[in-house]
């Protein structure tokens, strides 16, 4: 149990006033009333033990899930125990963002070898230290690709909506917009896409797979958006590389995603590490940081800060970022479960996925499942069923499975990795047809 001191009520009003606010209700006033708290229904005079005790039974009320087949943008892997026990590790665990570099030596190898096999996955030159998320990597993507005129994204409906709303967030003042073009059957329409692509396109943005699980046409994509100048920015979820062509081999300027596959639990939502890769002709323009590796005095292996694009290193107003952080231990992490998997294990669990998961959707038709689109998909797929979504995932939580995520009254997105066996796909194919 943390121990700390709490804020008096003198500094919460210092702070307050600072802020421009006269309350903590107006502080939290842009959070949806149900979301809030009122109050810890907890009795007075309670000793320690006993509102701990208190507080573990409330804790017991979430619901542990034995079975997760949810995705849309957060994955449930196996991580391997030699992953777990040494990131956990004092030397690893408590080393922070390198300020005098050189002098960090570990951390930096530790980063100069993730960057090395997040550019052997996607194909390109180059590979920074990491951002946040996916989300954010996808938004400070996008922002590499503004010039001069060429201020306009282009993007299909069918990436993962939380993204889309986070680039709008990152562009909305500096001069970008987003136009926002139909899917076809899922796909990505290639005729809307030549017809919206203009002189004015700074970059077409897609996702592979997309929110729906569908593999895109990404070359095709991406000889589109050079037809006009533009670039071609791919979000990929890295599980996939594994079996699918690189970024590279597609025709990528800038590869972005997150990394939160390789070896990151879902922690009530994170943490998650947004990675981003790139051409040489795009390196100066990447965010964060780039660790490169030299020699030193003696001609041992050293490792160096090759560049520093971010404020607190450069003249603010040429920084390209403020981001304050390079994800570093997630980073570590993300390199521990590559170098335990291996290339051939990184296939074999990619390869179980797409297994599962077709076998998943072939014994739901027979359910009475039907798959919404007829594209090609690698774990992840939309169904369609005469009973409500709600009703299947009422029915599938009591069995201690976390069911599909509903996108409308009869829609689900569904999503099999290695986790899942073959017996728990018949218990929910089985739930399905009942239901």
Avoid at 182 to 195: F, V
Avoid at 258 to 283: H, I, T, W
Avoid at 310 to 319: G, P
Wanted: hydrophobic share 40%; net charge negative.
């Amino acid at each position: 149990m943390a121990n700390y001191l709490t804020n008096t009520d003198s500094q919460v009003k210092e702070m307050l006033s600072a802020v421009g606010v006269s309350s903590l209700d107006e502080l939290y006033a842009d959070i949806p009333a149900d979301l809030k708290l009122k109050k810890l229904e907890i009795e007075k005079g309670l000793s320690q033990q006993e509102t701990l005790d208190e507080m573990k039974a409330m804790a017991n009320k979430n619901t542990d899930y034995k079975v997760i087949m949810r995705g849309a943008g957060a994955y449930d892997h196996y991580i391997p125990s030699v992953v777990k026990y040494l990131s956990s590790r004092s030397e690893f665990l408590t080393a922070y963002t390198p300020y005098q570099a050189e002098m960090s030596q570990g951390i930096l190898q530790s980063i100069f070898e993730y960057q090395t096999m997040i550019c052997a996955l996607t194909g390109m030159d180059v590979s920074n230290a990491s951002v946040y998320s996916g989300a954010t990597a996808a938004a400070e993507g996008v922002l590499m690709t503004k010039a001069g005129a060429k201020t306009e994204i282009i993007v299909s409906d069918n990436v993962n909506p939380r993204n889309l709303e986070v680039i709008k967030t990152y562009i909305s003042q500096r001069g970008m917009t987003v136009t926002v073009i139909p899917s076809k059957n899922g796909e990505t329409d290639l005729n809307a896409l030549t017809a919206a692509v203009s002189e004015k396109t700074a970059c077409v943005y897609t996702e592979q797979p997309n929110y729906y699980g569908i593999i895109e046409p990404a070359t095709y994509i991406g000889e589109i958006a050079h037809s006009k100048g533009g670039k071609f920015i791919m979000n990929c979820n890295p599980m996939t590389l594994a079996l699918l062509k690189t970024p590279k081999e597609c025709g990528a300027d800038i590869a972005v995603g997150d990394a939160q596959p390789f070896g990151l639990s879902m922690s009530f939502g994170g943490p998650f590490l947004g990675y981003m890769a790139a051409n040489d002709k795009e390196v100066r323009k990447l965010p964060g940081r780039i660790v490169g590796e030299t020699v030193d005095k003696e001609g041992n292996r050293a490792f160096v800060l090759t560049l520093q694009a971010r404020e607190q290193h450069i003249r603010r107003e040429k920084a390209l970022s403020n981001i304050c952080s390079n994800q570093a231990h997630c980073a570590l992490v993300a390199g521990m479960y590559l170098s335990a998997m291996g290339t051939e294990g990184l296939k074999e669990v990619a390869t179980t996925c797409l297994s599962l998961a077709h076998y998943a959707a072939e014994e739901f038709k027979k359910a009475g499942a039907e798959l919404k689109y007829s594209g090609d998909f690698f774990h992840e797929f939309v169904t369609v069923t005469k009973a409500k979504a709600s009703k299947i995932n009422e029915k599938l939580k009591k069995e201690g499975i976390l069911g599909g995520l509903e996108l409308d009254k009869n829609e689900m997105l569904w999503c099999f990795t290695e986790t899942v066996t073959k017996a728990d796909i018949d218990k929910v194919a089985d739930i399905i047809r009942r239901a």
